[in-house]
């Protein structure tokens, strides 16, 4: 099946920091999308872009689907920012209908 | 649009026991979807069903395991006999379909079983 692979797997920030998160995947896709994880287990829709630039406030995403990959820009980060941020993707072809998360990358954003 | 909800929203149960989870999706959304998350990891796809039928089940889906959704509306997870190993955090999505594929998720039943 599909492959994703997330990095960094832990990541640690001052607030005020940027950061780039990426998300890479071995085979063609027609849906990708960014979740950020609450401290309470909800999966917070971040991105639908299975190819693009998006942007929406501090955060935006870039997905280059020719080369497999995706990453997610956050900006001028806060605490609140905290949490765990997952990369899910469904392939375009085997009639698969299923997302296929990485195993996510940890941000701590300290005060 | 109230998004997707479950219920309950956590469950302790005996090992042994049986238990059953309800999905809520969004209105009109047609395909719904089950994961399971468990601790330090992404969370895996267990089955999904476009309108009332079931169209693929996952290898993770034993025969202790079953869903449905009859009507096409709401879905149940019934898992019997629970193990430990069952213990998790149990996600619902649901998604319009066709041309649009975003899933959207519930906050989850976290199932402990002792």
């Known amino acids: 099946g599909i492959q994703v692979e997330q990095s960094p797997p832990d990541l640690i920030l001052q607030e005020g920091a940027n950061s780039t998160l990426r998300c890479n995947f071995s085979?063609?896709?027609?849906?990708l999308q960014w979740f950020h994880q609450n401290p309470w287990g909800q999966l917070i829709n971040l991105f639908y872009i299975p190819s693009g630039t998006k942007q929406n406030g501090r955060l935006s995403a870039t997905t280059v689907a020719t080369e497999r990959y995706s990453l997610l820009y956050i900006s001028s980060s806060q605490t609140t920012d905290s949490g765990v941020y997952f990369c899910a993707v469904e392939r375009t072809q085997g009639g698969s209908e299923k997302l296929v998360f990485g195993k996510g990358t940890k941000l701590t954003v300290n005060p | 649009d109230t998004g997707v909800s479950q219920n309950p929203r956590h469950k302790i149960t005996k090992r042994g026991q049986n238990v059953t989870f309800r999905c809520d999706p969004i209105s009109e959304h047609n395909r719904l979807y089950w994961y399971r998350q468990t601790l330090g990891q992404g969370p895996e796809f267990l089955t999904y069903?476009?309108?009332?039928?079931?169209?693929?089940k996952s290898r993770l889906l034993s025969d202790r395991f079953s869903a449905e959704r009859p009507k096409g509306s709401f879905s149940t997870l019934e898992i019997q006999r629970t193990e430990q190993g069952d213990s998790a955090m149990y996600l619902c999505?649901?998604?319009?379909?066709?041309?649009?594929?975003?899933?959207?998720f519930g906050p989850g039943t976290r199932l402990t079983v002792t």
């Open positions: 085979d063609s896709v027609n849906n």
């Open positions: 069903f476009q309108n009332e039928a079931q169209l693929e």
């Open positions: 999505a649901s998604s319009p379909g066709t041309p649009r594929w975003e899933q959207y």
